[in-house]
């Protein structure tokens, strides 16, 4: 399994990015699907996971962002709207089979990570 990550950039406060996570020697739809960030001296942390046809988000994310997929590319997406400089951190998507309901949000639970793409809010 490989995960590949895009879309990182440098935005103002306010704009938008769309991430995206193009997945290669996987079953997509079988798979949790989910996006963790880490900012500089800080752990990684839960931001968005789509399993099936639920989504999960984190509070500090919750009605900025929107995790989507699409099976038949084999990409996860991260739509980041209203972004502020606390957004500022690597994004990493990251995919499991075997997860279940309770460990969705823990990054220890999934086994496959991309290599991480940077993103950057100034204010």
């Known amino acids: 399994v490989q995960l590949q990550a895009s879309g990182g950039g440098l935005v103002q406060a306010g704009d938008s990015l769309r991430l995206s996570c193009v997945g290669s020697?996987?079953?997509?739809?079988?798979?949790?699907m989910a996006w963790f960030r880490q900012a500089p001296g800080k752990e990684r942390e839960f931001v968005a996971a789509?399993?099936?046809?639920?989504?999960y988000y984190s509070d500090s994310v919750k009605g900025r962002f929107t995790i989507s997929g699409d099976n038949a590319k084999n990409t996860v997406y991260l739509q980041m709207n209203s972004l502020k400089p606390e957004d500022t951190a690597v994004y990493y998507c990251?995919?499991?089979?075997?997860?279940?309901?309770?460990?969705?949000?823990?990054?220890?639970?999934?086994?496959?990570w991309g290599q991480g793409t940077e993103v950057t809010v100034s204010s």
């Open positions: 990251a995919a499991d089979e075997r997860l279940i309901t309770s460990t969705i949000r823990s990054k220890s639970a999934y086994n496959y």
């Open positions: 789509i399993r099936w046809a639920n989504t």
């Open positions: 020697g996987l079953t997509f739809r079988r798979y949790t």
